[in-house]
């Protein structure tokens, strides 16, 4: 009788047992696929958009949304930065949407001779149907270089979809008719994968040849949708002036940031001294060149976090390491003069994760 009764539990026990398993293998998957990003080509009024998806889509919160630099695309652009350890306590509060230019992603097809690249109105054009899609009303932007350039115009043309814009390298001036020759003797003289990088790398950079920067001109030279790279190119060179002052700016707080060293340094000044102070901080970080996200994502990740905890999201997030080791240094230099609506939501409901208030407006980070 012992016997037939557990001969019966172990026959019993056998699919329950399956079936824990094919839940696990299920949900492991699940994770791998999310860990990868789902892949969207997205219909717009424009054309065809490469979009990838990182996390659920739950619209309790703005997603972040990010859109990459020329000669990089969005996993080059910005795996190392959301895939940092630190980052990741952001990551898994925001759903991420990676936005693609127009044949920019890894694969692309070529475009044929003749084709008419999408101007920069264009492309922003293009963002508010990827919202749609996914379902979102708002969205905190991350863009670099360019890629800054784009969501700022799609900030200014749709202020109600944009809660937050964090822009790296960010330069909101049309080529004067000096920098236009200057660009034109370039072209002659340098291929685009070095007008390219003067771009992206500061001369010190440069002039050192880091790893970085080889492996970017390597990538960039040997990249089969070249002929892509160098219209989006062209198309960034014909831009128009973003026409930003402080009577007409962006409605959402900005946070703009450019290493000490980079190319675009002064245009990163210069379009701080346009912006409505009391919206807008300024990180200058000490020691980096022209991709601090990829250089410094410790700094730019802590940065990043105050950012969203003045919007009122994450109050009660932890400090980082980079925080505790630099506290000090970082609450005498971080920008909160004039921004007294920030300080307020940071006050309401922080509990704990409250940002120190500083006389200046810049941080600048040197850790």
Not at 3 to 9: K, L
Not at 291 to 301: F, I, N, R
Not at 348 to 364: A, K, R
Request: with cysteine; proline share 5%.
């Amino acid at each position: 009788m012992t016997t037939e009764m557990q001969e019966i539990a172990i026959t019993e026990e056998k699919p329950l047992l399956t079936g824990q398993a094919e839940a696990k293998d299920a949900e492991l998957a699940a994770r791998i696929l999310l860990d990868q990003g789902q892949e969207h080509s997205i219909e717009t009024p424009h054309g065809v958009l490469h979009v990838t998806l990182h996390g659920t889509r739950t619209t309790r919160r703005p997603a972040i949304l990010t859109f990459h630099d020329v000669g990089l695309d969005s996993k080059s652009c910005f795996s190392p930065l959301f895939r940092f350890e630190e980052m990741q306590e952001i990551v898994k509060n925001f759903t991420l949407i990676h936005v693609d230019a127009p044949g920019q992603e890894e694969g692309a097809a070529v475009y044929p001779a003749g084709y008419q690249y999408p101007s920069m109105d264009t492309i922003a054009e293009m963002i508010p149907a990827v919202l749609q899609f996914f379902n979102f009303r708002t969205v905190i932007g991350v863009g670099v270089g360019v890629g800054a350039y784009v969501l700022s115009k799609f900030a200014l043309a749709n202020p109600d979809s944009v809660e937050g814009l964090v822009l790296v390298n960010i330069d909101p001036n049309t080529r004067g008719w000096i920098d236009w020759a200057a660009q034109k003797l370039i072209s002659v003289t340098s291929s685009l994968t070095e007008q390219i990088l003067s771009h992206l790398f500061s001369q010190e950079e440069l002039s050192s040849n880091t790893e970085l920067v080889q492996s970017h001109r390597e990538r960039i030279s040997k990249a089969s949708n070249l002929v892509n790279i160098e219209l989006f190119w062209k198309t960034y060179n014909s831009r128009r002036d973003l026409n930003i002052d402080r009577n007409s700016t962006f409605k959402c707080p900005v946070m703009l940031v450019v290493g000490d060293q980079a190319p675009y340094e002064d245009a990163a000044v210069d379009c701080n001294s346009k912006m409505d102070p009391t919206t807008t901080s300024f990180l200058k970080m000490a020691d980096a060149g022209g991709l601090p996200q990829l250089t410094q994502p410790a700094k730019l990740t802590e940065a990043f976090k105050y950012f969203i905890q003045g919007m009122g999201y994450m109050a009660s997030s932890c400090m980082t390491r980079l925080s505790r080791s630099r506290t000090t240094s970082l609450s005498s230099s971080y920008s909160m003069d004039g921004s007294r609506s920030r300080s307020r939501t940071l006050s309401q409901g922080s509990q704990g994760g409250q940002m120190p208030p500083s006389p200046s407006q810049t941080m600048e980070v040197s850790c």
